[in-house]
């Protein structure tokens, strides 16, 4: 009847066929499932093959990064880890304990707190039979169709994390309102929606005043699949930056052939693989982490959110140069560039602005100064490679002494802290495992300094032809 609610979304079938082929190879869990060595950087990469249309990811992202924090509850965990690991995708909304795959999000954001989750006003009251009666509103909730959510909310002991279904036990719906759709820049596949709980039900994860940090071992995963998520855009804008110099005349020669071209395309593929190699070294760390490894737990504190805040930083800046390598062409929607420059802003924004994720850089220093020592351990296998790498960790080291007690300061500088430990990481990387030519233009540019205000300023001097043959589109 008209007028009732009904608080669903229905989306394209193109949607539900690349949410069934996601599932299927596993991208939204192989990993819990089969928790062999290495499966997190496995599953980084295919991720980062499969990023064609970034809206879907979302919540392939949000069902890996919840099994960890659902693990706080060993009954909801024995229930549904099962069928959140399973690789069959069903979209139908019923009981998630009756479906043979689910899927899941995550409900932090309100729009008085924003980042600030602390400041959530959403209330949860203990109920007798061991459940609770969630009440409030959250500005932004991803994903709103999943099967299951984990949501911030205020509990008699504090701030709490709750696993809330869509569908309750009894089959009957959840007091979960899908107020309205946020009208986004871009991301339009991934309904983004306003909620109001309204006397919802939901089970405690973890202890009650505990909810921070909780939902954090979901969120360092989903802020490790928007690293991975800018480096892939960098790649997909710069092979089809190529691709069209490869095939576009001007002036007599292909583009591809012409030098200011080339200096651009290739300033361009030393980001992408710049960003590329860090963030697989960040699943490596996770990975790691995960198995128990405590110094590549304390490496992916520090250097996840450092990670995270320049190379989504860098990916917008990116995906306009290369959509201007295209032209004129490239600002037409037909050549996809403008809705890979309109999805670009969004890892820097999800799971943290900049502004957040630097600051998290600062918190790890202070929280776990040990990650200090890690840092400088991970990039000493490096040391006497090259000397403007040397230089560059030798002021970095000096930069880190010198933040001292003085938070307003250190506050200050948090941006350049996280720029500096992130091109510190990537060109020790590069020099350990990259190709020679990609590795010198890095470090020539980046840390040396010989490079302008915009992509397409490398030097003279620098070996151009092999970094662009590393990035060819093959016909």
């Known amino acids: 009847m008209v007028g009732n609610r009904i608080d669903e979304v229905e ?61 706080y509850n060993q009954e909801l965990s024995k229930t549904y880890e099962p069928l959140l690991t399973s690789r069959v995708y069903d979209p139908v909304l019923e009981v998630p304990a009756t479906k043979a795959g689910i899927t899941a999000g995550m409900s932090m954001t309100e729009k008085q707190g924003g980042s600030d989750v602390r400041a959530g006003t959403t209330q949860a009251a203990p109920n007798a039979d061991g459940s609770y009666t969630l009440t409030g509103h959250k500005w932004f909730t991803s994903a709103p169709m999943c099967d299951v959510f984990l949501v911030l909310a205020q509990a008699p002991g504090g701030l709490s994390c709750f696993f809330l279904p869509r569908v309750l036990p009894d089959a009957t719906r959840n007091r979960m309102r899908l107020q309205r759709l946020k009208d986004k820049l871009g991301n339009h596949a991934n309904a983004s929606s306003e909620i109001e709980y309204d006397g919802a039900t939901a089970w405690l994860v973890g202890e009650e005043g505990r909810g921070v940090s909780v939902i954090i071992e979901m969120v360092n995963l989903t802020r490790l699949d928007c690293a991975l998520g800018s480096a892939t855009s960098m790649r997909m804008g710069l092979a089809r930056a190529i691709y069209h110099a490869q095939h576009r005349k001007a002036f007599g020669d292909y583009l591809i052939d012409q030098p200011l071209m080339r200096n651009v395309l290739a300033d361009l593929a030393v980001e992408a693989e710049a960003a590329t190699m860090v963030t697989m070294r960040m699943a490596g760390a996770t990975d790691k982490a ?23 930083k860098r990916a917008t800046g990116h995906a306009a140069e290369a959509m201007e390598c295209l032209g004129g062409n490239g600002y037409i929607e037909d050549s996809l560039m403008p809705r890979l420059y309109r999805e670009a802003p969004l890892m820097g924004i999800w799971e943290g602005s900049g502004n957040v994720s630097a600051l998290d850089t600062l918190r790890a220093l202070a929280t776990q100064p040990d990650s200090v020592a890690v840092l400088f351990d991970e990039l000493a296998a490096s040391a006497g490679q090259d000397r403007r790498l040397d230089a560059h960790i030798d002021a970095l080291k000096a930069q880190l002494g010198d933040l001292g007690g003085d938070l307003q300061a250190a506050q200050y500088r948090a941006r350049k802290i996280a720029e500096d430990i992130c091109l510190a990481l990537q060109g020790a990387l590069l020099v350990r495992h990259g190709h020679p030519a990609v590795a010198e233009a890095f470090l020539t540019t980046r840390l040396d300094g010989q490079w302008g205000g915009a992509f397409g300023t490398l030097p003279a001097g620098l070996e151009l032809g092999p970094i662009l043959e590393r990035s060819l589109v093959k016909d």
């Open 11 to 71: 989306y394209d079938p193109a949607y539900h066929e690349l949410m069934r082929t996601a599932i299927a190879h596993g991208l939204h869990a192989a990993p819990w499932a089969d928790p062999r060595p290495g499966a997190h950087v496995v599953r980084a990469a295919q991720t980062g093959v499969w990023t064609a249309e970034p809206g879907h990811l979302c919540p392939i992202s949000m069902t890996y990064a919840i099994i960890p924090a659902l693990r």
């Open 290 to 312: 995960i198995q128990g490894d405590d110094r590549e737990a304390l490496l992916r504190r520090i250097g996840l959110a450092a990670t995270k805040y320049w190379v989504c």
